[in-house]
């Protein structure tokens, strides 16, 4: 019963998108409000459908029902309840199955918040997004089905994957992941109405960075939150390895960020409306390109799902997509004409058109490294991968010029500015940037990238704080406000602003953190015997012994190893080695002891509990942990960016004033 | 119509998607072996059980299959009867070799007394095999020709299909060395 039921909503999602779409591009020919009226609906049915389908999903791994296939394939009785409903998105189907969620959750919010506004563009947008989601809800009717019946089901199946159990940042990494990748769809279909419309006029740049934003956070927190789950769960010791599928993730953050910023200077200065508009096609069309990596089972990486026969449909989608914007672009391009000139010299403008050029450098020097193995493989029939030392050449320098530019460009005016305004806004962050170099260098770090970094985060620190703290400063001098209302007047004055200013300050602490975390760590490998200590910065690290530990789903060893410092005992650490049933290889558990500067990390290499004999990588990693914060601070800055300004009529003036920021806000 | 935007579309766009295009199919997981075509590294090896040492050179004049297992790994238990059963069925001919790792002779002892085996096992102390042929995890299996070269690896467990392909390679491999 249950998956005819599932195979019927599935279908009837596919017809409400195609039908969506087609009403959607012929209501945007007649631009009325009624055919909008239309469209939205079929997006509303679309969006009801496939989240019921996903509920089915849901409520089918919960009561166990085995008699549908992909509870077969990943549910198990055994597992915990939290387990049965992460396994929705734990193997391909459901994967896809989670994608048509989002998307359809996405398609409703999007329409629903534009239902009354943006007539001209608003039909072609959900054209665009309905027909993505009739691309996925075909996926799941055909290719990647989901809800196939089981004629004579099992008892018991065999539980989602053992990596997938093992830490609770697998429950909340993939969401978070879904939310931005297939949130670009939004964005992707208003730059398209742009183009289809054949303008982007300024009332509709609200909407569009809106939507860009919103799923750039969860990307943001995504990547982050990836490199989190794999530092302590893969025991590696560190937590981006610049593995094709985390490449993937950067890509689209990278071209959206420039984006963002983009759209900042196409919405003061009405220029590189193309560009922006070709930036978001650019940001969704590289999702599609890693979904089909994770997907297609070309690339090898931890993320890989098993080989299957959607890799060509997901390969004709990417290619129809891709297809679909060289056309358009090429076709319209020419009609969103910049409203003035770009001020040429050294100015706030020229500093946001050199990110975006970084932004689009780093964009392809990921693309190259990630794909270049393949071309040499085809080309040359020799296997090769491009490692680390590739990237890390490649995006260090890059990284610390955009660091560079996150100092300069806030501190330079907007427009035309003379030499002495020019010297006066950029020689006095300098001192602070010198002082935290000194303190860098006192700490220790010889790396001139490290030391660069050092120099120029102090001084994009410093920008970033002044433009945070000059009005709230102008207010108490000029008007005489007390500091919490002056505050709270700047803040929703100009809440995009003061935003914007605290993502940045979140980025400075993630970039040092960086640079810090990977040059000025220490590490050791040891072979013990039990009893036996050794010495890692001013920690002693002492093996107490190690012992086997059975539990249903693995066989652990248990290492314990008493740390302490200058004599004091701090802890016992347990790394452990853990061998799954269904595993080739044994799969390690690091132990990490987090403290405010730095990190230390134990991962066994090899352990006998036998002959009580461990070999262990230990690891100093230093301002780890500030990373993981900084993540919060972007987030929690971007995030109060999209919380809309509310009037306060009984404060007369201080309301009128509020009304034009307000207004500008709240879209955003 | 812009055609600057068209033309540096169609050259970013164009052979991306057709390295995608090529590469459909490939398998990621699989890493060519440098040993491939080259001498087998000579190895030492004390028999399951206790005996003389089995070296490279007894294998030499035979095409041989060497599988690196152990007990503790679940496809290894998988493809043991696909061993067996092929070993039994080719006889003389060919030489199967199997080469434990990373266990304990205990261990392997009673594996083999209830799993049976039809050809000798040898332990692999310290590893030092495993390493020399670059083993990444067992199961893992090297086909040597007469004369002592490495044909062909396969990583994971071999089924019965695949182990026959491999095996009339490696013989085929001695009438072109003749």
């Known amino acids: 019963m249950t998956p005819v039921l599932g195979r019927t909503l599935i279908l009837l999602s596919l017809l409400a998108a195609t039908a969506g779409a087609t009403v959607s591009f012929a209501a ?8 909008w009226d239309w469209s939205r609906r079929f997006a509303y049915a679309y969006a009801g459908l496939i989240v019921a389908a996903n509920l089915l999903m ?72 309905l027909s993505c989601a009739a691309f996925f809800s075909f996926l799941l009717a055909g290719p990647a089905q989901p809800f196939l019946t089981i004629a004579s089901p099992a008892d018991d199946g065999p539980g989602p994957n053992a990596l997938l159990q093992n830490h609770v940042l697998m429950a909340v990494h993939p969401p978070f ?23 982007l006029g300024q009332d509709f740049l609200r909407p569009l960075r809106t939507w860009l934003l919103v799923p750039w956070i969860f990307q943001t927190i995504a990547i982050v939150l990836g490199g989190w789950w794999a530092y302590e769960v893969l025991g590696w010791g560190g937590y981006w390895a610049w593995d094709p599928v985390e490449n993937a993730s950067l890509l689209p953050w990278l071209t959206a960020t420039a984006a963002l910023h983009s759209a900042l200077l196409t919405e003061r200065k009405g220029v590189l409306k193309g560009w922006t508009v070709t930036l978001v096609q650019a940001s969704f069309l590289l999702t599609i390109l890693g979904t089909f990596m994770t997907r297609s089972g070309v690339f090898n990486s931890v993320h890989s799902f098993t080989q299957s026969a ?14 679909f914007c060289v056309a358009l672009l090429a076709a319209r391009i020419d009609r969103l004409e910049a409203e003035r000139a770009l001020s ?87 001192a ?13 770090a010889r790396n001139p990238w490290t030391l660069l970094t050092f ?145 230390l990390y134990l991962s066994v290499m090899n352990v006998d509990a036998e002959a009580q004999a461990l070999g262990l990588h230990a690891l100093v990693n230093p301002l780890v942990g500030w990373i993981w914060a900084a993540m919060f601070v972007m987030a929690a800055g971007s995030v109060f960016a999209l919380v809309p300004v509310r009037r306060r009529p009984a404060e007369g003036a201080a309301a009128a004033e509020a009304v034009p920021a307000g207004a500008a806000a709240s879209g955003s | 119509m812009n055609r600057k935007v068209l033309g540096f579309g169609v050259a970013l766009v164009v052979p991306l998607l057709a390295i995608l295009v090529v590469n459909l199919g490939r398998d990621p997981q699989r890493i060519d072996s440098p040993l491939i075509g080259r001498p087998a590294p000579p190895f030492s090896l ?109 990583s994971g467990p071999l089924d019965a299909r695949s182990l026959a392909d491999r095996v009339a390679r490696t013989r085929a491999a001695r009438s072109a060395s003749r």
């Open chain 1, 28 to 35: 945007a020919r007649g631009r009325g409000q009624a055919a």
């Open chain 1, 58 to 129: 849901v409520y089918a791994l919960l009561a166990r029902d085995f008699s549908v296939s992909y509870v077969a394939h990943v549910g198990s009785r055994s597992v915990p309840t939290w387990v049965a409903i992460v396994s929705l998105w734990s193997s391909l189907e459901g994967s896809i199955l989670f994608w048509g969620f989002v998307l359809g959750v996405y398609v409703a919010l999007a329409a629903w918040t534009n239902r009354a506004r943006h007539l001209e563009y608003m039909p072609y947008a959900a054209g665009v997004w």
């Open chain 1, 177 to 199: 992941l879904y939310g931005g990748y297939v949130g670009f769809t939004i964005p992707f279909g208003l730059a398209s109405a742009a183009l289809l419309a054949g303008r």
């Open chain 1, 310 to 323: 959607i890799g060509p449909t997901i390969l004709v989608f990417l290619a129809a997509a891709t297809v």
């Open chain 1, 344 to 430: 040429p010299g050294a100015s706030r403008d020229t500093m946001f058109l050199v990110n975006n050029l970084l932004f689009v450098l780093f964009t392809f020097t990921v693309l190259v490294g990630t794909v270049f193995p393949l071309v040499v493989e085809a080309l040359r029939d020799k296997q090769m991968s491009v490692g680390r030392p590739y990237f890390d050449r490649m995006a260090v320098p890059i990284g610390v010029a955009l660091l560079f530019l996150m100092g300069v460009g806030p501190a330079l005016p907007w427009g035309r500015a003379t030499a002495a305004q020019v010297r006066s806004a950029l020689l006095p962050p300098a």
């Open chain 1, 432 to 444: 602070n940037g010198v002082l935290l170099a000194l303190v860098g260098l006192a700490a220790g």
């Open chain 1, 455 to 599: 120099f120029f985060g102090g001084y994009a620190a410093h920008v970033t704080l002044r433009e945070l703290w000059l009005p709230v400063a102008r207010r108490v001098r000029e008007r005489g406000e007390g500091l919490a209302r002056a505050v709270g007047e700047v803040q929703r004055q100009g809440r995009r602003r003061v935003a914007a200013y605290v993502v940045h300050a979140g980025a400075v602490v993630m970039m040092i953190a960086i640079a810090v975390s990977s040059t000025m760590g220490a590490s050791r490998e040891v072979q013990l015997a039990r009893g036996e200590s050794f010495e890692l910065g001013h920690y002693t690290l002492r093996f107490l012994g190690a012992e086997v530990v059975r539990e249903p789903h693995r066989e652990a060893t248990v290492a314990r190893i008493e740390v302490s410092r200058a004599g004091r005992v701090l802890e016992i650490m347990e790394p452990a080695m853990n061998q799954y049933g269904n595993q080739r290889e044994p799969i390690g558990t690091p132990a990490v002891r987090s403290a405010a500067l730095e990190d």
């Open chain 2, 46 to 154: 004390a028999p399951v059980g206790g005996g003389e040492p089995l070296t490279l050179d007894k294998l030499r004049g035979r095409p041989a299959v060497l599988n690196f297992w152990a007990t503790w790994c679940a496809p290894c238990y998988e493809e043991h009867p696909v061993l067996q059963a092929s070993a039994r069925t080719l006889g003389p001919d060919v030489q199967f070799v199997g080469i434990v790792y990373e266990d304990q002779e205990e261990n392997v002892r009673s594996y083999l007394r209830s799993q049976g085996s039809a050809y000798p096992n040898f332990m692999d102390a310290g590893g030092r095999a495993a390493i020399a042929y670059g083993v990444s995890g067992v199961p893992e299996t090297y086909f040597i020709s007469p004369d002592g070269a490495i044909v062909d690896k396969f």
